[in-house]
């Protein structure tokens, strides 16, 4: 049985700057070049169906970061994880998954790794986790999205992810990247934007 609507493809991704409290009243602010990046590499080539909304909350506030991407009503979150949000994202993960249970969760960054939720602190919130993409997401995500479903035996034929298993985790093989100058050159429009 699929973890989430077959075919549902609203996709929030979601990071937090260690810096966006000193910039609280600044009209420009850092954003997370990550997450942009990986919006711009699901939108060329467009996947068929896919609606992508990036959430870029400046307050580690984690019910009111899963209040903001509830709203949204989607089916996967992908939350970029550092040192400094990996608690307020790993709270958000329990109330989104308490208030919508179909909700397919990713986690990716640097401190989006199965050893963080081996954590005693963390280890209950691992059968809340979809999976955990341990390789360049602009590829796996591609794939994450493009499947039939999000169940974990699909999840578990995508190259380049850890998924829950039992008290450990099953780690999909590595994918074969295409080089990264193969990216759409969009990813830069962001930051040249802001930086204008």
């Given amino acids: 049985?699929?973890?989430?609507?077959?075919?549902?493809?609203?996709?929030?991704?979601?990071?937090?700057?260690?810096?966006?409290?000193?910039?609280?009243?600044?009209?420009?602010?850092?954003?997370?070049?990550?997450?942009?990046?990986?919006?711009?590499?699901?939108?060329?080539?467009?996947?068929?169906?896919?609606?992508?909304?990036?959430?870029?909350?400046?307050?580690?506030?984690?019910?009111a970061i899963a209040d903001a991407i509830l709203r949204d009503r989607p089916d996967v979150v992908g939350f970029s994880a550092y040192m400094w949000s990996f608690a307020t994202f790993a709270e958000a993960t329990r109330i989104i998954k308490e208030r919508k249970p179909d909700t397919t969760i990713l986690f990716g960054g640097p401190s989006g790794r199965p050893v963080m939720f081996d954590l005693p602190a963390y280890r209950h919130l691992r059968p809340l986790i979809g999976a955990i993409c341990m390789d360049e997401g602009e590829f796996v995500l591609r794939a994450v999205m493009e499947a039939p479903d999000r169940s974990p035996a699909t999840l578990r034929t995508i190259?380049?992810?850890?998924?829950?298993?039992?008290?450990?985790?099953?780690?999909?093989?590595?994918?074969?990247?295409?080089?990264?100058?193969?990216?759409?050159?969009?990813?830069h429009a962001r930051g040249d934007a802001m930086m204008a």
């Fill in 159 to 187: 190259a380049g992810l850890a998924v829950p298993e039992g008290d450990g985790w099953y780690h999909t093989p590595r994918p074969e990247l295409p080089p990264l100058d193969s990216l759409p050159p969009r990813i």
């Fill in 1 to 63: 049985m699929s973890t989430s609507t077959p075919h549902g493809r609203r996709l929030a991704l979601v990071s937090l700057s260690d810096l966006l409290a000193i910039f609280q009243d600044a009209t420009w602010v850092p954003f997370s070049y990550s997450i942009w990046k990986l919006h711009a590499a699901l939108s060329d080539p467009a996947i068929p169906g896919l609606e992508v909304v990036l959430h870029e909350p400046r307050v580690p506030d984690a019910e």
